[in-house]
């Protein structure tokens, strides 16, 4: 299929992770305390995204991110889908990835707009992250917390064989964990583009990998 090889070609995919018995072992012990909004202490040896991702393999679980480390209760607000159709809804995703990017990328640092998102394909998942070279040099990252959802409250935004890897929920919906993350958590804070204000978004996606590759935009990687 010719987009799933444009996909492959101009975008990261997410990592495939195999996890040992003993990672298997602490992520479960992990897991058990999830249930009522309470903040994960997380102590392990193992990078986060490795235990986000065993997490979302379990299904249970969907993700998002935001600046705001005090959210007891997720309100449905006015929001546009990725195709551009309005809604009243609360997002998420099962891509944890995604939603670590917008728990540590500051909001406030941004200057027009970014350019990111995670699109499904088979089944697969292929993620690119760009920012204008003004938001760059706002060094655009904070320690942000990441909420763990109930994925029973969701229902996937878009059903099509090819779709962002976004969910919503029309009801309130209660966080079932949290987690602090910051940017060195985030797997492709490598592989942050920057892009002119004025270009296509198809411009943007056809150079996206060739820029990532070129050089490292990230002038700082530490968290504020």
């Known amino acids: 299929m010719l987009i799933t090889f444009l996909l492959r070609i101009l975008l990261y995919a997410s990592p495939k992770v195999e996890f040992s018995d003993r990672e298997i072992t602490e992520y479960e012990d992990l897991i058990s305390t999830i249930g009522e909004g309470e903040l994960l202490s997380y102590n392990l040896s193992n990078p986060k995204y490795r235990f986000l991702q065993y997490l979302s393999l379990k299904g249970s679980y969907l993700f998002h991110g935001s600046n705001n480390h005090n959210i007891e209760l997720f309100e449905p607000r006015n929001q546009t889908l990725f195709n551009g159709k309005p809604t009243q809804a ?3 995703s099962s891509e944890p990835i995604w939603s670590t990017f917008y728990s540590v990328f500051n909001r406030s640092s941004l200057v ?3 350019r990111n998102g995670c699109i499904v394909c088979k089944n697969k998942k292929y993620h690119y992250y760009s920012l204008n070279d003004s ?3 706002n060094n655009p990252w904070t320690e942000g917390m990441l909420y763990i959802l109930p994925k029973n409250c969701f229902v996937k935004s878009d059903s099509g064989k090819i779709h962002f890897d ?3 929920s029309h009801d309130h919906v209660k966080p079932a964990g949290r987690l602090i993350v910051n ?10 583009a920057t892009h002119n204000r004025k270009e296509s978004m198809i411009k943007t996606w056809l150079l996206y ?12 990687s530490n968290s504020r």
């Open 90 to 92: 609360v997002f998420a």
């Open 183 to 192: 940017i060195d958590d985030f797997y492709f804070k490598n592989k942050v």
């Open 112 to 114: 027009g707009g970014g």
């Open 166 to 168: 976004e969910w919503i």
């Open 209 to 220: 990998k060739v820029r990532t590759l070129r050089a490292n935009p990230m002038r700082a």
């Open 135 to 137: 938001t760059i040099k």
